[in-house]
């Protein structure tokens, strides 16, 4: 289950490792990419079937990023989640961000049994200040009707 502490702490987390991260400029990861950097993120995109994105070092894998990083946001399909949150605990990282879309059941019983503070069914735009525009209202309508993390 989030809390709030979870989402916060993992926000907090200003070097990410991208995992799942789409070459396709126009996609949802990309741009919440983007958003970030302009949030003061630095981020280490994951994706094994590119060696650039966006004009950045693209690495394989979360075990072969090149340094430390706070937390793992997850934009992989979900028959690869498990997989990706299964090299970020071998990593050392124990903050996962697993984007909507992308949770399997697997994935989701690897973090309970590890006892992972993994922020799901949430958008990180909703939570990564400043929020604005769209991501705000959603978050003001979520929290109306009680769909925000304690």
Same mark, same amino acid.
């Given at each position: 289950?989030?809390?709030?502490?979870?989402?916060r702490a993992?926000?907090?987390?200003?070097?990410?490792a991208?995992?799942?991260? @789409?070459?396709?400029?126009? @996609?949802f @990861?990309?741009?919440?990419?983007?958003?970030?950097?302009?949030?003061?993120?630095?981020?280490y995109p994951?994706?094994?079937?590119?060696?650039?994105?966006?004009?950045?070092?693209c690495y394989?894998?979360v075990g072969?990023?090149?340094?430390?990083?706070?937390?793992?946001?997850?934009?992989?399909?979900?028959?690869h989640?498990?997989?990706?949150?299964r090299?970020?605990v071998?990593?050392?990282?124990r903050r996962?961000?697993?984007?909507?879309?992308?949770a @399997?059941?697997?994935?989701l019983?690897?973090?309970a049994d590890n006892?992972?503070p993994a922020?799901t069914?949430?958008?990180?735009?909703?939570?990564a200040?400043?929020?604005?525009?769209f991501?705000?209202f959603?978050r003001w309508?979520?929290?109306?009707?009680?769909?925000?993390?304690?």
């Amino acid at each position: 289950m989030n809390t709030m502490q979870d989402v916060r702490a993992f926000v907090a987390e200003k070097t990410l490792a991208v995992a799942g991260l @789409s070459r396709d400029e126009k @996609s949802f @990861s990309a741009r919440a990419c983007a958003e970030l950097r302009t949030k003061g993120y630095k981020l280490y995109p994951v994706n094994p079937n590119a060696a650039t994105i966006g004009g950045e070092k693209c690495y394989p894998s979360v075990g072969a990023l090149p340094g430390k990083v706070g937390g793992v946001l997850v934009f992989t399909p979900p028959a690869h989640t498990e997989k990706v949150v299964r090299e970020a605990v071998a990593a050392g990282i124990r903050r996962i961000w697993i984007q909507q879309g992308a949770a @399997s059941p697997e994935a989701l019983r690897f973090c309970a049994d590890n006892k992972l503070p993994a922020v799901t069914k949430q958008c990180i735009l909703m939570y990564a200040e400043p929020v604005a525009s769209f991501h705000a209202f959603h978050r003001w309508v979520k929290k109306l009707f009680g769909g925000l993390p304690r």
